[in-house]
């Protein structure tokens, strides 16, 4: 019986093994000493895609963020495709490592 | 002595024990320390109701205030669950003026006193936020503090309501008031009350708020000599300090709880007021032990001339936002929660620039922060408490300012009120609730349309519930926000504007795999038959912002600017739409339940283009029933659709990272991508 502690709403740390896992297919995602995102697979996409454009074609604001200053990156599990991270970036802006635990210390707030 | 002190606003921390108030609580019994700190509790909430009666501003009015009880030091103690942050930057001016006027000859501190203060350096936020705070005497000693803060629009800034985005520095940001004494011997000095209302364009608004402030502060003082005089005065010294003592050690234990933990988070302000302009917040959150260590080093230089900048201090103090809401709701709200934090800033960014910048909207940079913040304390807490791992609020301001002249024929300045109809956020077993309120100010009300009628020279055309996808999408959704319209009314022109940002680049953003909050614009329709419609009971009125854009038998051009819009004239019948936002999704939208979204549609909280475009719900267009076998096929399709698009994080990025942004979006930025990679320019003084 491996011990699983879930971090996020879609991924768990699997603590015997140290690797991040899908919570919804059971996927292996990774070294939970790395970032998560190494393990999953990730898409560009045009923020008018996401949001809805209500304005004339020529106008420079929308109500959907401007695809000149902002990309949607989506990151999704290879198992099953659930989507567990959205990052809204300038393109090009390097994408974050966002959630490195410490295993030990996971383990013991784990237990109590 | 006075003179600028870059000490005291370093100290919003609990100072250390004295000897007086080690003594005093010796002997403290710990079921007294609790009735006496429910009897104090319930009194913040009186003095804040006094506010909301006696004030004047639609800040005062409506909930952008806080009341609060502090140490003879200065440190808060007891507060109104009102504005967090204000509650713990009103430490500053108090402990300047413990520090500055105490033993000085020709000022000093005594019974009866009353100090006011507004200079954002100590402790407001920008310079509508003013503050006033009374000294407490039982037998000659100073036991305690009481002081209120209101955000009281107009305060003789270069253009009129408060919240200028033309500053280009402090000296064009209105009256910088540092801890003055305004009475003594429970008499208000009329000379000073005088020197301030001569700095600004509505000094009724002013001097009504300073005396409500007056009032609560005074009542407060009142209630606490009550129990001076019943436990004796050890009591109230010794209690006072053992509550931030029991807050510090209950935040300590919850803090050491967590999981160890490094959670990075970025964030991007998209405005520098009058221009648009990317500027970055870089947070990296280190949980070690029973600390909390943020890191804001590699964020924008400051923003040289334009007022996107805010203090050191006032971000700190915006921590208590998320502290106290959600890691900590059930502990004291005082300075006690403020001693599991540590930080490191780097001298000349935006998030801690020099004294004498322009910080006017530091409440949109505070709000950059709060989103870093929220986000990142939610990932690390989501293993431990999983249900205050919540989605961001409506993160922006999208707030309109107007002044001028009023329908009658008196000076007017100030906010209006309806930030305080923003969405809150997804939630892991639930939507966001909609027209939630403030995430900053949780006793806030979004104001009664009549009421602002009657003193601000416009007409709203409607104030609907919901603006369609004003929410982020998600598994949770958030909360819608409120649609609303402003139109110049019963005056021949009136100067109409609003602050806030995310026009460009989202202000809110959503939680594991939610969307962002939709980036709403202000839109201006200029020169319309408005009056006329309405008059003629035509079916034509428009009642929300679509119908109001796409109105065909509405007059007049429309406009989308950024919601950071300088205020212009406006001639009566233009009408100004800024809507509040909605809070941010929870989760992925595919795990959405088709009914829940046909509900929405039903509402107007979602349109049919989100429930097909990005739920992929299959429904009918008429009846808004879902399809759930089409349904379950067109989301297995996109699934597919993801896989055979999505690419390694290494093959991505090897091309994602030869790309950036056009350099006049990033000419504000600092070093691209990461501003601690360069030197800083030198402060300028302009
Ligand atoms: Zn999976």
């Not at chain 2, 803090?255 to 990317?278: H, K, N, S, W, Y």
């Not at chain 2, 947070?283 to 923003?303: A, Q, Y």
């Not at chain 2, 090897?654 to 979006?665: F, G, L, M, S, Y």
């Amino acid at each position: 019986m491996t011990e699983r502690v879930r971090v996020t709403e879609t991924l768990d740390i699997d603590l015997d093994a140290g690797r991040w896992t899908c919570n919804r297919c059971g996927h292996d995602v990774g070294d939970a000493e790395q970032s998560y995102k190494e393990g999953l697979l990730v898409a560009e996409r045009d923020p008018e895609e996401v949001h809805p454009r209500r304005a004339p074609e020529d106008s420079a604001y929308s109500f959907a963020p401007d695809p000149e200053w902002c990309r949607v990156l989506e990151f999704y599990c290879p198992g099953c495709a659930v989507l567990v991270e959205v990052e809204y970036l300038p393109p090009g802006h390097p994408i974050t490592r966002d959630l490195v635990f410490d295993l030990t210390s996971l383990r013991a707030a784990a237990a109590r | 002595m006075s003179g600028r002190d870059l000490e005291v606003i370093t100290r919003l921390k609990p100072e250390a024990w004295t000897e007086r108030e080690q003594q005093a609580a010796v002997d403290l019994d710990r079921l007294e320390l609790s009735i006496f700190s429910h009897k104090l509790e319930t009194t913040t909430v009186e003095c804040q109701e006094l506010l909301a009666r006696l004030g004047a501003s639609t800040g005062a009015r409506w909930g952008d205030s806080g009341f609060a009880f502090y140490t003879a030091q200065g440190d808060i103690s007891v507060c109104s669950t009102g504005i967090y942050f204000h509650a713990f930057l009103q430490q500053i001016p108090i402990k300047y003026t413990v520090k500055h006027w105490t033993n000085d000859l020709t000022v000093g501190v005594e019974e009866g006193d009353a100090f006011f203060s507004n200079d954002p350096l100590y402790g407001g936020v920008h310079a509508p936020d003013m503050t006033l705070f009374v000294p407490v005497f039982v037998d000659g000693e100073l036991i305690a503090w009481t002081g209120a803060v209101i955000h009281t629009g107009e305060c003789g800034a270069n253009v009129p309501g408060g919240v200028t985005l033309q500053a280009r520095s402090r000296y064009e940001e209105g009256l910088h008031i540092p801890p003055v004494k305004v009475a003594s011997k429970y008499r208000m000095r009329e000379d000073v009350l005088n020197l301030l209302a001569n700095g600004v364009r509505d000094p009724r608004l002013l001097l009504l708020d300073i005396k409500a402030r007056l009032a609560a502060c005074r009542r407060g003082e009142e209630r606490l000599k009550e129990v001076a005089a019943e436990r004796g005065a050890d009591f109230v010294v010794g209690a006072l300090r053992t509550l931030i003592q029991d807050a510090t050690d209950a935040a300590r234990d919850r803090i050491a709880a967590l999981p160890d933990a490094t959670v990075r988070q970025v964030a991007f302000m998209d405005t520098v007021g009058t221009e648009d302009a990317l500027i970055k917040l870089d947070l990296v959150l280190t949980k070690k032990g029973d600390t909390l260590h943020c890191d804001l080093s590699n964020s924008s230089p400051e923003v040289v001339g334009h007022p996107a900048n805010s203090f050191a201090h006032t971000i700190i103090g915006k921590s208590a936002n998320f502290l106290c809401s959600y890691l900590f709701p059930d502990l004291p709200i005082n300075s006690g929660l403020s001693d599991v934090t540590e930080w490191t800033f780097r001298q000349g960014t935006f998030v801690s620039p020099s004294p004498d910048a322009p910080i006017s909207l530091a409440p949109n940079v505070m709000a950059t922060f709060n989103l870093a913040f929220s986000m990142a304390c939610a990932k690390l807490i989501y293993s431990q408490i999983p249900e205050r791992a919540v989605a961001p609020w409506f993160n922006g301001f999208n707030m309109p300012v107007y002044g001028g002249l009023n329908q009658w024929g008196e000076p007017v300045g100030d906010i209006f009120s309806e930030i305080n109809g923003g969405g809150s956020g997804g939630r892991p077993t639930s939507d966001g609730v909609n027209v939630a309120g403030s995430y900053f100010a949780t006793l806030s009300d979004s104001g009664e349309v009549e009421i602002i009628e009657n003193g601000a020279p416009v007409l709203y055309p409607f104030r609907s519930q919901f603006l369609a996808d004003s929410c982020g999408h998600g598994r949770h959704r958030g909360g819608a926000g409120m649609d609303t319209a402003y139109m110049v009314h019963g005056v021949p022109w009136v100067l109409l504007g609003a602050f806030g940002f995310g026009s460009k680049h989202p202000v809110s953003l959503g939680l594991f795999g939610g969307y962002a909050s939709a980036s709403i614009p202000a839109v201006r329709r200029s020169n319309t038959n408005l009056l006329e419609l309405m008059a003629s009971g035509s079916a034509s009125v428009p009642t929300n912002a679509e119908e109001l854009i796409r109105g065909e038998d509405v007059t007049g051009t429309v406009s989308f600017q950024s919601v950071s819009a300088p205020m212009q004239p406006s001639a009566t019948g233009d009408v100004l739409m800024v809507a509040t936002g909605g809070g941010t999704g929870y989760g992925d939208v595919l795990e959405r339940e088709p009914a829940s979204i046909m509900e929405d549609v039903r509402w107007g909280i979602t349109s049919q283009w989100a429930a097909r475009e990005l739920y992929h719900v299959v429904f009918d267009p008429e009846t808004l029933e879902a399809d759930e076998a089409g349904t379950r096929a067109a989301r297995d399709a996109v699934r597919r659709r993801r896989l055979e698009r999505g690419r390694s994080l290494a093959e991505f990025e090897a091309e994602w990272n030869e790309r950036r942004p056009d350099p006049w979006v990033t000419r504000y930025f600092g070093a691209w991508p990461n501003p601690a990679e360069a030197e800083l320019p030198a402060p300028a003084m302009l």
